[in-house]
């Protein structure tokens, strides 16, 4: 229920921005730079402004950011091993994807480039990395403690793209493919781990490299 409350907020936020920019966009189709029609922009500036913010933080939903991240901890415990790991791996990319075709090929990098937009998208993304690694390192449930990994490793990519810069872009988009094939081997792991012995907790697996070597030894390699 939390996920649903969650990714229909930021779908509506999303959606009504979309809804929104058609009165100021040149076509319906994605164009690298952006689609503004910069003649019915002027004057709407600042209203434009806001309109990214609210769909980015829309699309920021799915891929976990800072405010709206409190879904994916509770829903990774709760979910089997194989869907957590598409959950993690695949479906938090589609906001990051969203994201990346709002700024790049809606609104344009270069229209947000230096505005407050960017400015608190970037603080936002640091503020998930730091407050996803320290829940991570306090939590105690297994998969809970990937869940919150998860959260800040995407903001991670998210923190790439808010910087608007070539390499910066092409260091997220290869992260999006690693942290897939990452987090989907440590989600199967600790199912794995779960189905075999039953442990759920990260202080019950002392010696667990024993038990399950070949299972450990790819979470360790991961």
């Known amino acids: 229920l939390k996920y649903l409350f969650f ?6 936020m999303a959606l009504f921005g979309l809804f929104f920019l058609s009165k100021y966009t040149t076509t319906w189709s994605f164009v690298p730079g952006g689609v503004l029609d910069m003649a019915a922009v002027q004057g709407h500036e600042n209203l434009i402004l806001v309109v990214a913010f609210f769909m980015i933080m ?8 800072f405010p709206l991240h409190a879904w994916l901890p509770a829903a990774h415990p709760v979910a089997p091993a194989p869907a957590s790991a598409a959950l993690s791996s695949i479906i938090v990319k589609s906001g990051v994807l969203a994201i990346i075709r709002v700024v790049y090929f809606m609104i344009g990098a270069d229209f947000l480039k230096g505005s407050w937009v960017q400015y ?6 640091l503020l998930t990395v730091f407050i996803g690694s320290m829940l991570a390192y306090k939590e105690s449930v297994l998969k809970k403690r990937l869940a919150y990994s998860t959260v ?42 779960i189905y075999q012995t039953g442990r759920t907790k990260v202080e019950q697996l002392s010696g667990i490299g024993k038990e399950m070597p070949v ?3 790819c979470f360790t390699i991961v």
Request: include cysteine; charge should be positive.
């Open 7 to 12: 990714s229909f907020c930021g779908a509506y």
């Open 152 to 193: 800040s490793q995407v903001s991670y990519i998210l923190f790439g793209l808010a910087l608007m810069n070539p390499i910066a872009m092409t260091g997220a988009l290869l992260h999006v493919v690693f942290h897939a094939f990452i987090k989907s081997t440590l989600f199967l792991v600790a199912g794995a781990i």
């Open 215 to 217: 299972t450990i030894w």
């Open 58 to 65: 829309g699309f920021g939903v799915k891929a976990g950011m």
């Open 120 to 125: 608190v998208w970037m603080s936002l993304a």
